[in-house]
């Protein structure tokens, strides 16, 4: 599974950003993706998760109420809709996707349960 995440930028606090993540490749399997974000000298960050057949979705604390996870099955797309956007919202933000496995805590929020990483697309929220 090949990952292609887009759609970061700078916006200043209070702003809107969609981010997208293009899965190609052997999808089939694909159970659950999710963002996770990262900024220098920290490990990387759960955000949101969804399972991809359902659309069932978790999130972190911090960004419930904000930020949106969905998908479009037929374009194996998965999107962040992030609103009411804030300066510590500010880091690279990467999607993940695993095979297999259940949409459960405290998998789907652990970094290293996902098999599948896009590039990451930065993210720069100013005050």
């Known amino acids: 599974v090949q990952l292609q995440a887009s759609g970061g930028g700078l916006v200043q606090a209070g702003g809107s950003l969609r981010l997208s993540c293009a899965a190609s490749?052997?999808?089939?399997?694909?159970?659950?993706m999710a963002w996770f974000r990262q900024t220098p000298g920290r490990e990387r960050e759960f955000v949101a998760a969804?399972?991809?057949?359902?659309?069932?979705?978790a999130y972190t604390d911090s960004v419930k109420g904000r930020f949106t996870i969905s998908r479009d099955n037929d374009k194996s797309t998965m999107y962040l809709q992030m609103n009411r956007l804030k300066p510590e919202d500010t880091a690279v933000y990467y999607c993940?996707?695993?095979?297999?496995?259940?949409?459960?805590?405290?998998?789907?929020?652990?970094?290293?349960?996902?098999?599948?990483w896009g590039q990451g697309t930065q993210v720069t929220v100013s005050s």
């Open positions: 490749g052997r999808t089939a399997n694909t159970n659950v």
């Open positions: 993940g996707a695993k095979s297999g496995g259940y949409f459960s805590a405290p998998d789907y929020y652990t970094w290293d349960w996902y098999e599948h």
């Open positions: 969804t399972r991809w057949r359902t659309g069932t979705a």
